[in-house]
């Protein structure tokens, strides 16, 4: 089974600096998702990645998928204190399989 | 758009007791919806895909005779937790996916805490 490993594992960073967070997957990923967490509540869609090299970005959040499609990174720029939450990447292993296997998440705080 | 709704959003019920929850696409029909369950601070583990009219497919070591999920309708899906014991205590979050839209997208629900005494 596919397994994600992110790193780190939880994140404390002063606002206004600059962060990454890494998702690492044992098999080549078909899709990696990007998601938001806030304590006890739902997921926010933040990015789809697909195609090796692929980059996406949206606000202040920027997406990379590798080209051999193992590992993905989420960079913020600036960080705020409304990006403060869990973040969780999820892989999709094969084409036409919906399932979703979600990474290990990482906390993010802000600190003012 | 693709909001997914989730009642009730908490719920606190007795050991051995049922607990029904609703998984709703508000703006959207859902080809399938995915059930999972989270402990605190972990992930998310899938415990079920349910496609509208058809049987749902759990994942391995979940209860189907525990976990029923019905699938009523495209908007539509119920996980009830029978004979619920403490164990059960969990935040549960449903997902769909968008019918004709990118598959493999899963809009979630913002989950329901359940906590059995």
């Known amino acids: 089974s596919q397994e994600l490993e992110q790193s780190p594992q939880s994140l404390i960073v002063q606002e206004g600096k600059n962060l990454t967070i890494n998702c690492t997957s044992s098999k080549t990923l078909y899709g990696l998702y990007w998601y938001k967490q806030k304590y006890g509540e739902g997921l926010i869609f933040l990015m789809m990645l697909q195609k090796g090299g692929e980059e996406k970005s949206h606000e202040k959040i920027t997406a990379k998928l590798d080209e051999k499609k193992q590992q993905s990174s989420l960079h913020i720029t600036a960080s705020q204190p409304s990006h403060a939450g869990i973040y969780l990447c999820?892989?999709?292993?094969?084409?036409?399989?919906?399932?979703?296997?979600f990474g290990t998440g990482t906390r993010l705080t802000i600190i003012p | 758009g693709a909001v997914v709704s989730q009642h009730p959003s908490w719920v606190i019920c007795k050991s051995g007791t049922s607990v029904k929850i609703e998984c709703r696409s508000l703006d959207f029909q859902a080809t399938t919806m995915f059930w999972y369950r989270q402990f605190p601070k972990q992930s998310l583990m899938l415990m079920a895909t349910s496609n509208e009219g058809s049987k749902a497919t759990y994942e391995q070591g979940v209860e189907k005779d525990k976990f029923l999920i019905n699938h009523a309708s495209l908007t539509l899906s119920t996980l009830t937790v029978t004979s619920a014991h403490p164990e059960d205590s969990s935040f549960y979050i449903c997902?769909?996916?968008?019918?004709?839209?990118?598959?493999?997208?899963?809009?979630f629900g913002p989950g329901t805490r359940l906590t059995v005494l």
């Open positions: 997902s769909a996916t968008l019918a004709g839209g990118p598959s493999d997208t899963q809009y």
């Open positions: 999820g892989a999709v292993s094969n084409f036409g399989n919906e399932k979703l296997t």
